[in-house]
């Protein structure tokens, strides 16, 4: 069967790092997403891993480790309005995404 | 960067009447065109793919007689709610895939609201 997971909700301070973390089974894998979704707008798209390691891009990063069936998601420097859910979802044998429930991340000033 | 529309992005309508939501790719050509379905707190439900000129593929548990999808170009699909009722209020996605990449990208999304 196929199956992901991530945290429902986490809080982080402005300034901080957080890393949010995805675990997911699937039999057939074409790599990995993170989205982030603010309240009342569609997901825009922050980062995709088919290889494992580290993928850095500004302030995000996303790491991957398929023999785990792991990935997280580095938020640096927080900003308010990092303030948001982040959705990972893996692409499946069929191309088809496969989707998480999101996490909700909460920033604090 | 490949840019998706919606259209509307707000509509309000009386119980059983139907509305139609258009779904562009503006600068690109989507051989597969998602629609998605998400009431508030809860994940992406996909709700059908579509390829250009061909019948649409519906998830399990989703009415295709309900739920008109037509996917008439490579820039245009359409997702029709016929007789619409208050549970299917929702925020309805569409996404756009270019064969050759795995991206999808999201159009801005049509909040619907069915009195």
């Known amino acids: 069967g196929q199956n992901i997971d991530q945290p429902t909700e986490m809080t982080a301070t402005e300034g901080a790092i957080v890393q949010i973390n995805c675990t997911y089974q699937?039999?057939?894998?074409?790599?990995l997403f993170w989205y982030q979704q603010h309240a009342g707008e569609a997901p825009t798209f922050l980062s995709y891993n088919v290889l494992d390691g580290l993928e850095e891009k500004g302030r995000f990063s996303s790491f991957l480790s398929r023999s785990k069936g792991y990935s997280y998601l580095l938020l640096k420097e927080l900003q308010m309005k990092d303030s948001a859910s982040y959705l990972c979802?893996?692409?499946?044998?069929?191309?088809?995404?496969?989707w998480g429930a999101g996490t909700k991340l909460i920033i604090k000033p | 960067g490949a840019v998706v529309s919606q259209h509307p992005s707000r509509v309000i309508c009386k119980s059983g009447t139907s509305v139609k939501i258009e779904c562009r790719s503006l600068d690109f050509q989507a051989t597969t065109m998602f629609w998605y379905r998400q009431f508030p707190k809860k994940s992406l439900m996909l709700m059908a793919t579509?390829?250009?000129?061909?019948?649409?593929?519906?998830e399990q548990g989703v009415e295709k007689d309900k739920f008109l999808i037509n996917h008439a170009s490579l820039t245009l699909s359409t997702l029709t709610v016929t007789s619409a009722h208050p549970e299917d209020s929702s925020f309805y996605i569409c996404s756009a895939r270019i064969a050759e990449y795995n991206e999808q990208f999201f159009g801005p999304g049509t909040r619907l609201t069915v009195l």
């Open positions: 699937t039999s057939g894998f074409n790599g």
């Open positions: 579509s390829n250009e000129g061909s019948k649409a593929t519906y």
């Open positions: 979802a893996f692409l499946d044998s069929n191309y088809q995404l496969i």
